[in-house]
């Protein structure tokens, strides 16, 4: 009886069945829909030509542009996760579960991936250790929300090979977690159930900017931005080829036979045509002999065409980094083109400034996901969430702002001469740059300081003292017995 029921246990139901089969065609769906997204930000994105100016044999050649790892970096560089922070209160435990799990450098690649491709994913579990927390690309995981609640209601991440075949799956539900692996005749066998009864899923799905058209998130990289990183790449490949076939003179034979060069009645169109780019790579013109009638047939002579320059194409490039500029909100010369006439310092801070307001809002949305990761976390090493004392825990972001070293220390010195901030606050010493390392031993310094402090003044008021009576008692011994 036991036996059955194990067995039974193994096996997916046909809910169970149905509900993975949807969420693989979801990943399907976005995983395509995302290969392009990381391919412009890795740049390895190779544009689709027209088909005019290129030659075939060309069409493919892997240009690449940096544009779109320019657009997500300068955001996420401005996001950096710090730690969790309350005002005096227990942190729960959270602060040795983030160190433990190296939070401040996983919520780096969350935060690239929810950038990238508009959403990602953070899973919560248990091992040897205690609580561990693990970032999921949008490439290997979905979910299913709760249409009401917009509750994570279930969530199928796969484990894949370098060349994309499944290996094992896991599917997340609120109350239990089954694992799968590939088995023989590539059948997906079911290999344990985790009945942790926890009521909520481990999954925690990051969104940037959702909305009702955009609910898995938006992508920094806009339909726009795609277009502009497109005709750049195209722009860049049509320098590659002028470079190759146009840069150098281009010569004409006027009056020569074809045949000499190969050229035959009987071949197709396309044999012609992949004939002329063979022929000194397209560097040479042939127009046949003319006879006029009366038995006058011309002499073949050979031309040259001066280069032309690459000029142009370096305009058009200049004409799409404003364009992507103005789609992604970011200045012209962080994408390599610099004008006659630089912008003003007031126009720099303008667009500084925005960058900083983008990164801010940011910043709080993905605090908010962080706290449920927080949430999740204690539900799982506890069992149970004391949901008032977790109120009272923030995450802590580094400033969106760049002051340099010395335009931070003004800035806290004016508000501790101001009075607006103690000399000695944690908040001071975070406004003016100092590590939490540095700020502990500075507190180990100033605490060392005043005992010696201490001492000394003791030793002076000893010192100062003239009554007889009083000098008498201190100058007395104690035996040893009576100390």
């Known amino acids: 009886m036991t036996v059955a029921l194990s067995l039974r246990a193994l096996k997916l139901s046909d809910d169970e069945t149905r509900l993975m089969g949807k969420l693989r065609s979801d990943l399907a769906y976005y995983a395509r829909k995302n290969e392009k997204r990381y391919a412009m930000y890795e740049g390895e994105f190779v544009a689709d030509q027209i088909g005019i100016a290129v030659p075939p044999m060309l069409k493919d050649w892997p240009v690449k542009i940096g544009w779109g790892t320019t657009i997500i970096d300068v955001i996420a560089e401005r996001m950096n996760w710090i730690a969790f922070e309350s005002a005096g209160t227990d942190l729960l435990g959270l602060d040795e579960i983030a160190t433990q799990n190296r939070l401040e450098t996983k919520a780096d690649r969350v935060t690239e991936s929810t950038l990238v491709a508009g959403t990602s994913f953070v899973v919560v579990g248990k091992d040897k250790n205690g609580v561990a927390i693990e970032p999921k690309s949008p490439s290997v995981m979905a979910v299913q929300r709760d249409y009401v609640t917009d509750q994570i209601i279930a969530a199928l991440l796969q484990v894949r090979t370098p060349t994309g075949a499944v290996l094992a799956e896991t599917l997340y539900l609120p109350d239990q977690t089954i694992t799968t692996q590939v088995g023989r005749h590539n059948r997906m066998t079911v290999t344990g159930r985790d009945k942790h009864k926890r009521g909520e899923c481990p999954v925690e799905q990051f969104r940037n900017q959702p909305n009702d058209s955009h609910p898995e998130g938006r992508s920094l990289i806009t339909a726009p931005i795609e277009y502009t990183i497109s005709a750049a790449a195209r722009t860049l490949l049509g320098m590659e080829v002028h470079r190759e076939f146009f840069a150098a003179p281009q010569r004409a034979a006027l009056g020569a036979e074809p045949e000499v060069f190969g050229f035959e009645e009987s071949m197709s169109p396309e044999e012609k045509y992949a004939l002329g780019w063979a022929i000194t790579m397209g560097r040479m013109n042939i127009v046949p002999p003319i006879d006029d009638g009366n038995g006058n047939v011309s002499v073949p002579t050979m031309h040259e065409f001066k280069p032309s320059s690459p000029s142009v194409y370096i305009d058009i490039l200049k004409y799409l980094s404003t364009m992507i500029a103005s789609d992604s909100g970011l200045p012209a010369s962080y994408f390599g083109i610099l004008t006659d006439n630089p912008t003003s310092a007031d126009a720099n801070k303008a667009l500084e400034s925005r960058i900083e307001r983008r990164s801010g809002a940011r910043n709080k949305e993905s605090g908010w996901h962080w706290m449920n990761v927080a949430r999740k976390a204690l539900l799982w090493r506890d069992g149970r969430v004391d949901e008032s004392a977790l109120a009272k825990i923030r995450v802590k972001w580094a400033s969106p702002s760049t002051p340099t070293p010395s335009a931070a220390a003004d800035s806290g010195m004016k508000l501790v001469s101001a009075n607006i901030l103690p000399a000695d ?24 300081a005043t005992a010696a402090g201490l001492v000394e003044r003791v030793r002076e008021a000893a010192n100062q003292v003239t009554d007889p009576e009083v000098t008498s008692l201190a100058s007395r011994r104690v035996p040893v017995e009576d100390a």
């Open 425 to 448: 606050s944690k908040v001071t010493y975070d406004r003016i740059g100092l590590t939490d390392m540095e700020q502990a031993q500075l507190a180990e310094e100033k605490r060392r």
